[in-house]
């Protein structure tokens, strides 16, 4: 008896944490569709319902995919979409995280994985996979999940327990996973593949970002007017 009224209160809660998320996502995703995100801040702005094509930024937790988005809004002055609807990312000034993926209303949209059962990618129409040396994306990513932050703090006290090894083979096997899900994917629906590895981003951002302004340009026919 003890342990089914346990099992009911440990249910309870986790009803209640799946209710505030969702009517916390539900919330912000009124106020943004209402306040026009650009009215917080006039330098970035989101397109209308399906202003842009499904663009996928594909890359593995710890590749730089914050830093990238960071990057193409700035000099693109659109915000960036997501799957995820990360709060943490959203009050962090990431505004595009509480807008639908598939509304079309930011033209890169982040994701860790294109073969997710629960999310519909069919009409994508071109993706962006952002590759790191898969020992640096793990090292990282691990500090940022024992950190709670997406910057991570270097302490070598997370990789002292039996954990990390764990992790580490498990987060090697889906770099590998992602790497073939996403080129399959995009050969499936006969999609071109634009290819950014962190180590070239981090020499010259520059250039890589023209680099990829230049595939929108090309395969998708739509070309920003960069800011300065």
Do not use: C
Request: hydrophobic share 40%.
């Amino acid at each position: 008896m003890i342990f089914f009224y346990r099992k009911l209160f440990f249910f309870f809660i986790a009803s209640l944490i799946f209710s505030f998320t969702f009517l916390t996502v539900y919330h912000v995703r009124k106020v943004i569709s209402y306040e026009k995100i650009k009215r917080i801040d006039k330098r970035k702005q989101i397109g209308d319902i399906n202003a842009f094509p499904l663009v996928l930024l594909v890359s593995l937790p710890g590749s730089g995919n914050t830093w990238l988005r960071q990057l193409f809004e700035e000099t693109s002055g659109f915000y960036t979409g997501s799957v995820y609807n990360d709060m943490s990312l959203f009050e962090g000034g990431m505004y595009g995280e509480a807008l639908r993926f598939e509304d079309g209303q930011t033209p890169l949209v982040k994701t860790h994985s294109t073969s997710a059962p629960n999310r519909n990618f069919s009409k994508a129409q071109g993706f962006v996979l952002l590759i790191r040396n898969p020992y640096d994306s793990t090292v990282s990513e691990w500090r940022r999940t024992r950190s709670k932050s997406h910057t991570g703090i270097p302490n070598e006290q997370v990789f002292s327990d039996g954990l990390w090894d764990i992790f580490a083979r498990k987060n090697l096997h889906h770099w590998r996973q992602l790497v073939y899900e996403t080129v399959n994917l995009a050969s499936k629906l006969q999609k071109k593949v634009h290819l950014i590895y962190y180590e070239s981003l981090l020499k010259n951002s520059t250039f890589e970002l023209e680099e990829l302004f230049e595939f929108y340009e090309m395969e998708l026919n739509w070309k920003p007017e960069l800011t300065k």
